[in-house]
């Protein structure tokens, strides 16, 4: 039963993405999969500062300080 209520939520929360994103860019939202270890490579060339923040339905990654910003603030010696 939590399942199947999971599922229709998602798929709910994904037709929601959809349309705002048709809205915005006038195009279909890009589908397909990541491997979580592509996303921590990513996020780590990309960021100075990643969390990791894991619950039983999903991972949130949140990230901050753009490389080329934490460069600016925080120059190598």
């Known amino acids: 039963?939590?399942?199947q209520w999971c599922r229709r939520r998602a798929v709910r929360g994904?037709?929601?993405?959809?349309?705002?994103?048709q809205k915005v860019y006038g195009t279909p939202h890009p589908s397909g999969h990541i491997l979580k270890a592509e996303?921590?490579?990513i996020l780590?060339?990309?960021?100075?500062?990643v969390e990791v923040v894991d619950t039983p339905l999903n991972r949130t990654?949140?990230?901050s300080l753009k490389r080329s910003e934490a460069?600016?603030?925080f120059p190598p010696v």
């Open 44 to 49: 780590k060339e990309r960021y100075r500062l």
């Open 1 to 3: 039963m939590m399942q």
């Open 14 to 21: 994904f037709d929601v993405m959809e349309q705002l994103h």
């Open 39 to 41: 996303i921590g490579t």
């Open 71 to 73: 460069l600016r603030l």
């Open 61 to 63: 990654c949140i990230s």
